[in-house]
Nanobody, 114 residues
Framework: VQLVESGGGLVQPGGSLRLSCAASGFAFSNMWMYWVRQAPGKGLEWVSRIASNGAFTYYADSVKGRFTVSRDNAKNTLYLRMNSVKPEDTAMYYC????????RGQGTQVTVSS
């Protein structure tokens, strides 16, 4: 299993960002996929999950209405569109094959600051 996240960076409050996760080494199109994050000094937090065919999506209350998860199974890629970001969204973001984040990539840092 290989998961490689990208797209993080510094963004101002209220801004937008799109994260990507390139997956390989497993049957991506057959699996639910997850985004989790870890803020400085805190534990892993589940953010979102998406069904294998993209038909169902779920979000943590903290990001509902602002973040959108999607996937392109032809490209083995998972996405997270982040809109109206807040300072409390600052964290390392990981894509994972399980909701607990036990199997995840190396992460991409998102910093929300003016």
């Amino acid at each position: 299993v290989q998961l490689v996240e990208s797209g993080g960076g510094l963004v101002q409050p209220g801004g937008s960002l799109r994260l990507s996760c390139a997956a390989s080494g497993f049957a991506f199109s057959n699996m639910w996929m997850y985004w989790v994050r870890q803020a400085p000094g805190k534990g892993l937090e589940w953010v979102s999950r998406i069904a294998s065919n993209g038909a169902f999506t779920y979000y943590a209350d903290s990001v509902k209405g602002r973040f959108t998860v999607s996937r392109d199974n032809a490209k083995n890629t998972l996405y997270l569109r982040m809109n109206s970001v807040k300072p409390e969204d600052t964290a390392m973001y990981y894509c994972a094959i399980d909701g607990g984040g036990a199997v995840r990539g190396q992460g991409t840092q998102v910093t929300v600051s003016s």
